[in-house]
């Protein structure tokens, strides 16, 4: 198996605070929006947990670790990461991958 030079991905689990789900998914998906367009990311997804309403997933794929650092380390749009973390029960839980490809990714 070979992975595209540089690129990394991640699965990040976020726990809103009681009943604060579907805002915590509203707020990351204008995180989204707000990273249209920008340098180095190749995919960066929403997913609401299909039993637990209080869980959003999101899925990233970055060109490289410094687009990652510098896409997410700004303020993203009208949306800045401070939006996320206020509606957080706890910090992200972050797995790390190396994506070696697959359908809608850009080879």
């Known amino acids: 198996m070979t992975a595209r030079s ?3 991905g991640r699965y990040v689990r976020m726990e809103a605070q009681p009943g604060q789900g579907e805002a915590l998914a509203t707020t990351l998906l204008r995180v989204a929006d707000g990273l249209r367009g920008a340098a180095g990311c190749e995919l960066y997804l929403i997913n609401a947990s299909a039993d637990e309403p209080d869980v959003v997933w999101v899925t990233e794929v970055w060109a490289d670790e410094e687009a990652s650092d510098r896409a997410l380390s700004g303020e ?4 800045g990461i401070g939006d996320v973390l206020e509606l957080l029960a706890g910090p992200p839980e ?14």
């Open 6 to 8: 540089g690129r990394v």
């Open 76 to 79: 993203l749009g009208e949306v």
């Open 94 to 107: 972050l797995v790390d991958l190396t994506p070696l490809g697959g359908a809608g990714l850009p080879s």
